[in-house]
């Protein structure tokens, strides 16, 4: 018999477990960007680079341009967004999912590499405009072995669409970032622009999002997460290696040096 107050009970309790599994996640990524701080990283209170830490590197009112655009785009994308197949949506919805997924991302895979690698958020101009979500750095080799568009697809066309498209940059030289990161010879932090970066996808649906952030801290689901990423990663390597047989030589060895990486998983 269908009880009304069971069932809001129900909902209320899992709408309060979603809460602490977000602010958990929020708290460890605020944690996580003290440390990236104090090793010459400039990241946010939410592991985001900083634009502001690249004062050094461009002069002349680049940045405040560049965070002038990104407010463009962002204004543009809620436009764009705010009709769903003709039904209005939330428009804080699809931006809101877009940051949990980038949230959860960083910190699961901060919590499974941060011994040999460096994890951290791409700026929203690089989020925005170059169409990257997360960098991953090598503290072997100093520079970046790959990068993450992240997605928390609403269906399978968004899905397919995504996969046609990061094809398509890792046949053309893979993904560039303004504000990143790499280690000289004596492992110190430079603040610099990067290119021929190894680009995959990763995708969860809305439940699975959900559970993953209401579970952040239970290291058996974690693992499940991570092993997801890893599967659907190794995935994407055998169809680049399949249909492109001569990628960029930096892009080449970049993504050979994660493909070790990932088989060592």
Do not use: W
């Not at 750095?137 to 046609?164: N, V």
């Amino acid at each position: 018999m269908y009880n009304p107050e069971k069932q809001y009970n129900n909902h209320r309790e899992k709408t309060s477990e979603f809460k602490e599994g977000l602010k958990q996640l929020e708290e460890y990524l605020k944690l996580m960007s003290e440390d990236l701080n104090k090793q010459g990283i400039p990241v946010n209170e939410d592991c985001r680079m900083n634009m502001d830490g690249f004062r050094d590197n461009y002069a002349n009112g680049k940045i405040e341009k560049d965070k002038e655009y990104v407010e463009e785009l962002e204004r543009r994308f809620k436009l764009a967004n705010f009709y769903n197949h003709g039904k209005i949506i939330h428009e804080n919805e699809i931006e809101f999912k877009g940051k949990e997924m980038e949230m959860l991302t960083t910190a699961i895979f901060h919590k499974n590499l941060s011994t040999d690698y460096i994890v951290v958020r791409t700026s929203e101009y690089d989020d925005y405009v170059n169409k990257v979500d997360n960098i991953i750095l090598s503290k072997k080799t100093g520079s970046a072995i790959c990068a993450f568009d992240d997605i928390a697809p609403r269906d399978e066309y968004t899905y397919k669409e995504k996969e046609r498209k990061t094809l398509n940059r890792n046949s053309s030289n893979g993904a560039k970032i303004k504000y990143g990161i790499r280690l000289d010879n004596k492992e110190k932090i430079i603040l610099s622009s990067m290119d021929n970066i190894p680009i995959f996808y990763l995708a969860l649906g809305p439940k699975a999002l959900k559970r993953g952030i209401k579970e952040f801290n239970n290291n058996q689901e974690e693992k499940k997460l991570f092993e997801i990423f890893i599967s659907e990663i190794n995935l994407q390597i055998k169809k680049i290696e399949f249909t492109y047989k001569n990628l960029d030589p930096e892009l080449k060895n970049r993504f050979n040096d994660f493909k070790k990486t990932i088989e060592s998983m």
